[in-house]
Nanobody
Framework: QLHLVESGGGLVQPGGSLRLSCAAP????????IAWFRQAPGKEREGVSC???????????NYQDSVRGRFTISRDNAKNMVWLQMNSLKPEDTAVYYC??????????????????????WGQGTQVTVSS
């Protein structure tokens, strides 16, 4: 069982930056493709939205259109860590952000709303609030 832990969320002003981290203390993250998902407040019915994806080696990434150019996903398997660097944050980025992992997905396209079942393992989430 893969245990994922997100950190780095918090309150930030519009235009600010934040870096989220995803760690797996008991597992090797290099065995998994990783995606960041988010769930906006009051949008539980709509489910989660895929933000960004990175493959096992970090050779391939993709982003939801709304964050492309502002967010950057990266990983360092030697450090057993994945990050989501978020720049130029907007109020509409406010959400709970989740790190998710899947051992068998070599590719995934973050186009918006997606079912959680697309990825096998999920962290507990970290709150990001963008507000003046």
């Amino acid at each position: 069982q893969l245990h994922l832990v997100e950190s780095g969320g918090g309150l930030v002003q519009p235009g600010g930056s934040l870096r989220l981290s995803c760690a797996a203390p008991r597992s090797t993250l290099g065995d998994y493709s990783i995606a960041w998902f988010r769930q906006a407040p009051g949008k539980e019915r709509e489910g989660v939205s895929c933000v960004s994806f990175i493959d096992k080696r970090g050779d391939s990434t993709n982003y939801q259109d709304s964050v492309r150019g502002r967010f950057t996903i990266s990983r360092d398997n030697a450090k057993n860590m994945v990050w989501l660097q978020m720049n130029s944050l907007k109020p509409e980025d406010t959400a709970v952000y989740y790190c998710a992992a899947d051992q068998f997905r070599d590719t995934y396209f973050c186009t918006g709303s997606a079912p959680k079942k697309d990825f096998d393992f999920w962290g507990q989430g970290t709150q990001v609030t963008v507000s003046s």
